[in-house]
């Protein structure tokens, strides 16, 4: 049997030596905070990220036609060339434009126009429209499908199967997504939609117009 003096004592002995095993959290904190991640050199090796460059960052060449309507004096159409998407198909209109390589749109025609589809134009060989040429020769290949026909105003190289890619153009007056892959889109109609629509009722189901539509006037904006 103890007594209690010598319980009281034995309850005192604990508690001192418990007292020394109590964990500081102030002192485990700054244990945390001092401890640093060991530097093994690979960021100085490694160096700053390359800087990514830019995809197209020239400004599209910019295109007009000038086409007189119902007598009245010629009236403006821009377009805008996706250079950078199509480049090839756009330095052949670029090209033709003014009429660099002996060959140009001025004086040609719009002799195709389908209500609710284009206008197609672009016969510079032979003014009856019979032929076209390309600034690279007869027929140039088709450069890509990238861009789609996404509503009205979009221009477009007309021909006649794969591969026959000439100085014939259309703009669009609806959205004929089934020429999606099949015929190569390098502009837009940016000025003159309403000269555009003008154009559009001198035309027919068949194609064939009910009156003259010439490009007065072209080049380069």
Not at 100 to 111: A, D, H, I, T, W
Not at 156 to 171: D, E, L, M, Q, Y
Request: glycine share 12%; with cysteine; proline share 7%.
């Amino acid at each position: 049997m103890l007594e209690s003096g010598s319980s009281d004592q034995m309850e005192m002995n604990f508690e001192r030596h418990t007292s020394k095993l109590t964990l500081d959290p102030v002192g485990l904190t700054s244990a945390k905070q001092e401890f640093k991640k060991p530097d093994l050199g690979f960021a100085d090796a490694a160096g700053p990220e390359p800087p990514v460059p830019p995809r197209h960052s020239q400004p599209n060449p910019a295109e007009f036609f000038d086409i007189p309507m119902d007598g009245e004096p010629s009236d403006h159409i821009s377009f805008e060339l996706f250079a950078g998407e199509v480049p090839k198909a756009a330095a052949n209109f670029h090209a033709l434009s003014p009429g660099e390589k002996g060959l140009g749109y001025k004086g040609s025609g719009f002799r195709r126009i389908i209500l609710g589809f284009l206008c197609q134009g672009g016969y510079i060989t032979h003014r009856n429209g019979t032929d076209c040429k390309s600034v690279y020769g007869e027929k140039a290949d088709d450069e890509n499908f990238i861009l789609k026909y996404r509503g009205p105003g979009i221009l477009s190289v007309a021909k006649a199967g794969p591969h026959t890619n000439g100085s014939r153009v259309f703009i669009c007056t609806a959205k004929p997504k089934w020429l999606d892959d099949k015929q190569v889109v390098f502009g837009k109609a940016n000025e003159g939609r309403n000269i555009v629509e003008s154009m559009e009722r001198s035309g027919s189901r068949n194609g064939k117009t009910s009156k003259k539509i010439t490009v007065a006037d072209c080049g380069q904006i």
